[in-house]
């Protein structure tokens, strides 16, 4: 019988070099808080060029698993971190802006998270959460103030009760997602014609949120969440005339 040859897939450099990375971190001999050799004395053990090692280096950083300090001294170069809720929410953003999830994906998935997350947050919240979600809903009532401020304030206030879970997970998922529709929000906020009774509106549904999650009612604190964000960013959805069945459409 004929032997039958199958392609080999050619691997960049850089590829290589955070396979091998990796293989480190699954292994458990590199962990969060460590640093890297400096580049002159990792590039040789690699067997690469320091342009490849950088390369493999920056694609870390961007996922949120390396930060690079430059310079010299104690300090500086490559450290492991555990951080990936900036750059989860980065990369979502562009896929989203690219077409690879749809409006109506990105609103089921938060309906899905912030059920969970408030749920959970009515059980297992500590004060300090609660007391931080409130001194943002506070900032959030102030007269006059501006649609991009109310936006950054009511990501934090989702992102905050998500923390308040106690699951990790779940509060960089719902960081991520949110951080994706930030912008289309924002433009949203914007355009409509009441800014000040659409500010009132919201702030109410917030107040009631952060009630129910403070008296322990998660199963309300649920429903409330998911009638909020479909109210509002379900909206989008209409005016996009993205439906189920066009979840992958890109807006």
């Known amino acids: 019988m004929p032997v ?3 392609p080999v897939r050619q691997s ?11 293989e480190q971190v699954f292994a458990g001999k590199l962990r969060a808080g460590d640093r890297l050799p400096p580049e002159r004395e990792l590039a040789p053990v690699f067997g690469v060029s320091r342009s490849a090692l950088r390369e493999a280096l920056r694609v870390l950083e ?28 980065r990369l979502l953003r562009l896929h989203f802006a690219l077409g690879s999830y749809g409006l109506h994906d990105v609103l089921e998935a938060r309906v899905a998270l912030e059920r969970s997350s408030f749920a959970a947050a009515a059980e297992h919240a500590v004060p300090a959460d609660l007391d931080e979600a409130e001194t943002v809903v506070r900032q959030m009532v102030r007269p006059g103030i501006a649609p991009v401020e109310f936006n950054e304030l ?76 479909r109210g509002f960013h379900g909206s989008l959805v209409d005016d996009a005339g993205v439906g ?8």
């Open 12 to 22: 960049r450099t850089h590829e290589l070099v955070l396979q091998s990375i990796e």
């Open 244 to 251: 189920p069945d066009d979840g992958n459409a890109a807006v």
């Open 154 to 229: 009511d990501t934090q206030f989702h992102v905050r009760m998500a923390s308040g879970s106690g699951n990790a997970l779940t509060s960089t998922l719902t960081a991520a997602v949110r951080e994706s529709v930030r912008p289309l929000i924002l433009r949203a906020l914007e355009d409509v014609d009441d800014w000040p009774a659409t500010q009132a509106h919201l702030n109410g549904q917030h107040a009631e949120l952060l009630r129910l999650v403070r008296t322990g009612q998660g199963e309300e604190a649920a429903d409330l969440a998911e009638a909020h964000i």
């Open 62 to 89: 961007t996922i949120g698993v390396l930060v690079a300090q430059p310079g010299r001294g104690p300090d500086s170069g490559a450290r492991i971190v555990r951080n990936p809720d900036g750059a989860l929410g």
């Open 4 to 6: 039958e040859w199958q």
